[in-house]
């Protein structure tokens, strides 16, 4: 299990990435170690997953089990997690980012409570009555374009990569994500 100084680390790295801190990386552990203790994200994120789930379970009550629509959503949150370390381990090493393989994925990892953070704001604000439903497409399309600008930092500053390629990277992120979410979608649909 991860302690509070890690998060606290892992959180403040993330921030400075954003805010371009030349220094943020230095407070990623970096080693093969912190790799895999960066995956320890995943179970802090639960809250998040819960989050859009129950907001899924409201867009499609009526038309869809309860049960099926969590379980999809638990799958895609699992499968979102694998998928993008998975492919960016065979992709690293043909596109030259094969030494910054670890500390690309441990920055992402961490990041990703810094880029979700508006996402679960938004959908907490609908979910409890505070944002008509009018607004959750647009507000949940600005907390995206927050999220996919820190994903942008983040391959800039920690995968060392020039702008066409982070934002390519960032793009491969949300289509592998977009693809998991349409075929366990499926089964919620049939």
Do not use: K, Q
Request: charged share 10%; hydrophobic share 60%.
């Amino acid at each position: 299990m991860i302690d509070w100084a890690e998060i606290r680390a892992g959180v403040l790295g993330s921030f400075g990435l954003l805010i371009g801190d030349p220094h943020a990386m230095a407070r990623f552990d970096c080693s093969f170690r912190g790799f895999w203790r960066s995956f320890w994200v995943i179970p802090l994120m639960v809250p998040a997953a819960l989050v859009s789930i129950l907001a899924d379970r409201s867009l499609v009550e009526g038309t869809a089990s309860p049960s099926a629509v969590a379980i999809a959503g638990l799958a895609s949150y699992l499968l979102g997690w694998i998928a993008f370390p998975v492919v960016m381990a065979a992709l690293a090493g043909p596109l030259g980012l094969g030494p910054r393989y670890v500390p690309m994925m441990v920055a992402r990892n961490w990041s990703s409570i810094l880029g979700t953070l508006p996402y679960v704001v938004v959908t907490l604000a609908w979910l409890i009555g505070l944002m008509p439903v009018r607004l959750l497409a647009l507000a949940t399309l600005a907390a995206l374009g927050f999220d996919l600008y820190v994903s942008f930092r983040v391959m800039r500053a920690a995968a060392a990569a020039p702008p066409g390629l982070a934002a390519g990277l960032v793009a491969l992120d949300l289509v592998l994500t977009l693809l998991i979410d349409a075929g366990t979608a499926r089964f919620v649909v049939g």
